[in-house]
C-alpha cells in the first residue's frame, strides 16, 4: 500500500487506494480533509502542524509559518524564537504528520507502517525542487519515493468521473490557496503528453480572493471596528477579521448574499455582507489574468480553442462560480467540475498506481425499493434503465439454498414458495430498526445487511452487462424516512462497496425524472405509493431549482397491504369453506399456501388495475382447492382504509404548506401502487387529474441517476435541489416555573436542509456537574410522547456557583442524518457576544462563534451517537 500527497501552499491532501477506491486521509481537529500545511513552533520547541498549528497563531505570529512551499530551495531560513528551519524542513514536518495521519487508517485495517509515497508537484518544478521535495520525504519516513505532476494527478482522476478518450487535449485549470497552474496535456493511450509550456501565477489564489473581500470590509467598516484594525495589537484584529473574509467567501460559493457577524468586544457585533455580485466584480481582474494564462498555453501550443476537448477544474478555489462562468463565456467551453475539486490531485495519486488509466467509472441511480429495486445510469444525455437478469426491475427478495448459496432477486423470490423460511421480503419496511433479525441459513442478519446483499447484486449486474466499472451511486429513500433508517440505507450501501454520494427522497426523484417544463414556475405534488411505503411531497420547480416545502407519509403503507387484505379475504373465504385457518397455521404446510396465496393475491391486483373481475385458484391449499372470484367493487372496498390514509396525509400536507388543492399545478403519481384506477380516481377527487407516466416503476431510478451525474459533474445535468425534513428534532428542557421538561424543537418539521442549527441553554442549579440532555425526534410538546434518539451527559467542570451556558447543536447533512453536539462554554467575555446574540434571535447560537471557541480549546464539546430502531 501506497500513499498518494498533494503537498499544497496552504492546504495538504493525502489519500490511500482501498478495495479499488481512492480515499481521502481526515485532517485532525477540522471537519475535512484538507490539512493547512502551516507550522508553528512552542518556546519549549515542540512542533505543531496542521489545524493545531492554526489554533496557536493568534497567540503568537512570531512562531508560526505557512505557504513556505513558495520559498522551497530558498538558502534562507525562518526564524521561530530561538528555532531557525529551512523551508524543505517544514515540508518535512507536514509530510511527517500527513504520513501518521494515514497510517491511522492503514493499520486499523491489518497494514503496517507506510514507507512509499508518490507526491504531487507543479508542472513547472526544476528537477532542483524535485531532489528537495524527495529529501524532505526520505526525512519524513519515507523510503520509496516517487513524483508525479499535479494536472496529471487531476486527469487521472477525472478520468473515473468523465470521458476522457485516447487522444483527447484536455487544459487543466488549477486555481488553488495561493497560486494558479494551467497546462495543457493529450492523452496517449495509458499516459499523458505535456503539449507547450505550463503557466502559472505565483500569487494568485484563494488567499488573494480573502484579500479583496479583507480590503472591501475594511473600507466599508464601522469606525469601531476600522480603529482596532489600525491598534498595535492589529495583527490579532486582522487574523480574526481574515477568518470572516475567508468564510464570506465559502459562503458565496453556495448562496448569492453572505453574512457574517464579527465581534468587537464588549459583547458588541458588527454584522457585515456581501452579495455575489459584488465579489464577482472585486474578483474578476484576478481571474481574468487566470484566462489570459490558459489563452496564452493554447496559442504557444499551436492551437486554438476548439480545438480542446476538455477543460478540468482543480483546486478548492476553482468552486468560485464566476471561475466557471468567466471560462464558458471567454472561451465557449464548459468546464468540468468534480464534487470536490481542491481532492482531485491527491485522490488521482492514490490511483495512480492502477495498472492503466482507470475507465470512466459512471454513477448510478438505485431505487431500493420493498418490493421491487431498480438501477438506472445516466449518460450520453439521457437516462436509461439497466436490466438485472433481463428485467427492468428487480425483486427486493434474499435466499439462502441449504449448501449456504444467496440468491437474490427472481431466484430468489421463486423459492418464496419452496422455502420460505430462509427467503426474506420487504425488508425495507424494516430498517432502521436495530432489534429486528432475520434467521436464514442458519445465520443471523439485520435488514442493513439483506438490503446491502440487494445493492451488491445490482450493482454486480450492472458492472457484467454493461463492463463498466461503478463506484458511486445515488440511492432514494421516502422522504417520511427517519434519520436512523436514512442512515441504515446508507450503511448498507457503503457494505456493498459503494460509495454512497447521497441518499435522495423518492417524490424529489420522481419530479426530477418526469422531465417537466423546469424553466416555468410551477408546485408539483408528488403522490408516491410503492409496495411498502407513502410519500407525498410539495414541491416548487423554477429554472431548474427543485425546492421541497412539505413532506408527508407512512413509512408502513403500501401495495404490500393491498396484498395482504386479498389474502385476509381470501383466507375467511377458505376458512368458512374448509374450517381450516390458513392466517394462523403454523407448518410447514400452512407457510407455504400461505406464501402461494399471497403470490395469487399479488397477480389479482395487477389483474385488477385492467379487469372488472379477478380469479385466485389453487388447486391444492392444505388439501383442498380455493378457487375464488374478487371483484373490482369489492377490491376497492378492502382498499379504502389504506387510500383514506393516504388522503389523510395529503391533507396533513397542504396544510403544512399553507396551500389549497387550487394551489397545486400538476399531481405526479409514482410507484407501482399507482396503476391501481381507486388511487387515481381518488387523487383526481381529492387535488385534480393526475400526470401519469407508462414507467411508473422506473421514474424513481431515473431521478437517482440524474441526481448521481449532477453531484459528480455538475455541469453535466443543471438541477438544484432543496429538500425538508419530515420530523422535528430537538432536546428535552426544563421549564424553571413550572419545573417541568418540555420538548424544544431546534429543527423544526419541514425545514430545509442540509442545515445547523443550535441553541443556547444554562445550568439549573448551583455548582451543577452534569448537564443532561436527550435528542428526541417528534411533534409533542412533552418529551416522552416522542421518540427519543440519544441521550448524552455534558460535565461542567469545574463546577460553578453561578449559571454556566451551554449550547446543542444539531447538523442534518445532506443525506438527513443528524450529528449532535453539546457545548459547555466558557464564562466571561468569551462567551458575551454568543449570548447577546441569543437573546436577539430568539436562544438560537451563533454558530461561527462558537466554533471559534471549540476551535482554539476555550469551548468542551460532547458528541451522542444517534441510537436507530427506537
Avoid at 470590509?217 to 492589529?234: H, P, R, V
Avoid at 414556475?521 to 425546492?547: A, C
Avoid at 380516481?681 to 400526470?691: G, T
Wanted: aromatic share 6%; with cysteine; glycine share 8%.
Amino acid at each position: 500500500m501506497y500513499l498518494g500527497i498533494d503537498f499544497g501552499t496552504c492546504y495538504s491532501s493525502a489519500a490511500l487506494l482501498l478495495e479499488g477506491v481512492p480515499t481521502p486521509i481526515p485532517a485532525p481537529l477540522t471537519p475535512g480533509y484538507a490539512l493547512p500545511s502551516s507550522v508553528f513552533i512552542t518556546e519549549q520547541g515542540e512542533i505543531l502542524v496542521g489545524q493545531a498549528a492554526e489554533n496557536k497563531r493568534q497567540k503568537n505570529p512570531q512562531r508560526y509559518r505557512r505557504e513556505f512551499k513558495r520559498d522551497l530551495g530558498s538558502p534562507d531560513p525562518y526564524t521561530f524564537g530561538n528555532t531557525f528551519m529551512l523551508p524543505e524542513e517544514l515540508v518535512t514536518e507536514v509530510l511527517k504528520k500527513l504520513k501518521g495521519e494515514a497510517e491511522k487508517v492503514s493499520q486499523a485495517r491489518g497494514e503496517k507502517s507506510l514507507t512509499d509515497v508518490l507526491i504531487t508537484v507543479p508542472a513547472t518544478y526544476s528537477s532542483y525542487k524535485r531532489n528537495l521535495m524527495q529529501e524532505a520525504a526520505k526525512k519524513a519516513g519515507f523510503r520509496k519515493i516517487e513524483l508525479l505532476e499535479e494536472p496529471v494527478a487531476a486527469a487521472i482522476y477525472y478520468s473515473r468521473h468523465a470521458q476522457i478518450n485516447d487522444g483527447d487535449i484536455i487544459l487543466v485549470y488549477d486555481l488553488g490557496g495561493g497560486t494558479f497552474d494551467a497546462t495543457l496535456m493529450q492523452r496517449q493511450e495509458d499516459k499523458y503528453q505535456f503539449l507547450g509550456m505550463p503557466k502559472g501565477l505565483a500569487n494568485c489564489g484563494g488567499k488573494d480572493c480573502d484579500c479583496l473581500i479583507y480590503q472591501h470590509l475594511k473600507s466599508n467598516c464601522s469606525e469601531n471596528l476600522s480603529q482596532q484594525l489600525e491598534s498595535k495589537d492589529a495583527w490579532r484584529v486582522k487574523a480574526m477579521v481574515g477568518d470572516y473574509c475567508r468564510d464570506l467567501k465559502h459562503q458565496l460559493s453556495e448562496q448569492l448574499k453572505a453574512s457574517v457577524y464579527i465581534p468587537l468586544g464588549g459583547g458588541d457585533l458588527e454584522s457585515f455582507e456581501l452579495t455575489r455580485d459584488i465579489f464577482n466584480k472585486m474578483i474578476s481582474p484576478l481571474i481574468e489574468e487566470t484566462l489570459d494564462c490558459c489563452d496564452q498555453l493554447v496559442r504557444s501550443a499551436g492551437l486554438n480553442w476548439e480545438k480542446i476537448n476538455q477543460v478540468l477544474l482543480v483546486g478548492g478555489s476553482s468552486r468560485i462560480p464566476y471561475v466557471k462562468d468567466a471560462i464558458k463565456q471567454k472561451f465557449r467551453v464548459m468546464p468540468l467540475l468534480v464534487d470536490t475539486p481542491e481532492l482531485a490531485v491527491c485522490l488521482g495519486a492514490a490511483m495512480y498506481k492502477q495498472n492503466s488509466l482507470p475507465i470512466t467509472a459512471y454513477a448510478i441511480g438505485i431505487d431500493l425499493g420493498t418490493t421491487n429495486s431498480v438501477v438506472s445510469l445516466f449518460r450520453r444525455g439521457k437516462v436509461e434503465t439497466l436490466t438485472v437478469e433481463g428485467r427492468s426491475t428487480m425483486p427486493s427478495v434474499v435466499s439462502f439454498r441449504p449448501d449456504q448459496t444467496v440468491l437474490v432477486g427472481q431466484a430468489a423470490k421463486a423459492r418464496l414458495l419452496i422455502d420460505p423460511e430462509n427467503t426474506i421480503s420487504s425488508v425495507k419496511r424494516f430498517m432502521g430498526n436495530h432489534h429486528q433479525t432475520y434467521r436464514l441459513g442458519g445465520k443471523s442478519f439485520t435488514p442493513i445487511e439483506i438490503s446491502s446483499l440487494l445493492l451488491k447484486h445490482l450493482v454486480e449486474n450492472v458492472k457484467k452487462t454493461l463492463k463498466i466499472e461503478v463506484h458511486d451511486a445515488v440511492i432514494t429513500v421516502p422522504a417520511y424516512f427517519t434519520e436512523s433508517q436514512r442512515e441504515d440505507t446508507k450503511k448498507a450501501g457503503e457494505q456493498a462497496g459503494l460509495n454512497v454520494l447521497r441518499l435522495e427522497n423518492e417524490p424529489t426523484a420522481a419530479a426530477i425524472a418526469y422531465g417537466l417544463d423546469r424553466e416555468k414556475k410551477q408546485r408539483l405534488m408528488v403522490y408516491d405509493l410503492g409496495g411498502g411505503t407513502f410519500d407525498v411531497s410539495i414541491l416548487e420547480v423554477q429554472n431548474n431549482r427543485f425546492t421541497v416545502k412539505a413532506v408527508g407519509g407512512d413509512t408502513h403503507l403500501g401495495g404490500d397491504d393491498f396484498d395482504e387484505s386479498i389474502v385476509s379475504w381470501a383466507s375467511q373465504k377458505f376458512q368458512n369453506q374448509t374450517g381450516i385457518d390458513l392466517m394462523n397455521d403454523q407448518s410447514f404446510t400452512g407457510k407455504i399456501a400461505r406464501q402461494r396465496l399471497k403470490e395469487a393475491a399479488e397477480n389479482a391486483k395487477i389483474e385488477l388495475s385492467q379487469a372488472n373481475t379477478a380469479a385466485l385458484v389453487l388447486p391444492d391449499c392444505c388439501g383442498y382447492p380455493l378457487e375464488l372470484e374478487l371483484s373490482l367493487s369489492e377490491y376497492n372496498q378492502l382498499i379504502a382504509p389504506f387510500l383514506q390514509r393516504t388522503v389523510d396525509c395529503m391533507r396533513s400536507v397542504l396544510g403544512d404548506a399553507q396551500l389549497t388543492p387550487e394551489d397545486i399545478d400538476r399531481v405526479i403519481l409514482v410507484g407501482g401502487s399507482t396503476k391501481n384506477r381507486a388511487v387515481r380516481e381518488i387523487v383526481a377527487r381529492e387535488i385534480k387529474e393526475p400526470y401519469v407516466s407508462e414507467r411508473v416503476d422506473e421514474v424513481v431510478s431515473h431521478g437517482a441517476a440524474i441526481v448521481a451525474a449532477n453531484l459528480l459533474l455538475p455541469d453535466t445535468v443543471d438541477i438544484e435541489i432543496t429538500n425538508v425534513t419530515g420530523h422535528s428534532l430537538g432536546i428535552d428542557m426544563r421549564d424553571p416555573e413550572k419545573n417541568e421538561l418540555f420538548f424544544n424543537p431546534i429543527i423544526p418539521r419541514q425545514t430545509t436542509y442540509p442545515c445547523r442549527r443550535g441553541r443556547l441553554g444554562y445550568t439549573v442549579y448551583p455548582r451543577q456537574e452534569l448537564v443532561n440532555m436527550r435528542v428526541f425526534r417528534g411533534e409533542n410538546y412533552y418529551p416522552d410522547k416522542n421518540t427519543l434518539l440519544g441521550e448524552i451527559s455534558l460535565p461542567i467542570s469545574p463546577p460553578k456557583s453561578e449559571e454556566v451556558p451551554v449550547g446543542a447543536i444539531f447538523e442534518l447533512d445532506a443525506d438527513g442524518i443528524i450529528h449532535f453536539t453539546a457545548v459547555h462554554l466558557p464564562l466571561g467575555q468569551d462567551s458575551e457576544a454568543i449570548i447577546q446574540y441569543a437573546r436577539e434571535h430568539e436562544g438560537m447560537l451563533d454558530l461561527i462563534r462558537v466554533d471559534q471557541l471549540i476551535n482554539c480549546g476555550k469551548a468542551q464539546t460532547e458528541q451522542v451517537k444517534i441510537k436507530s430502531g427506537l
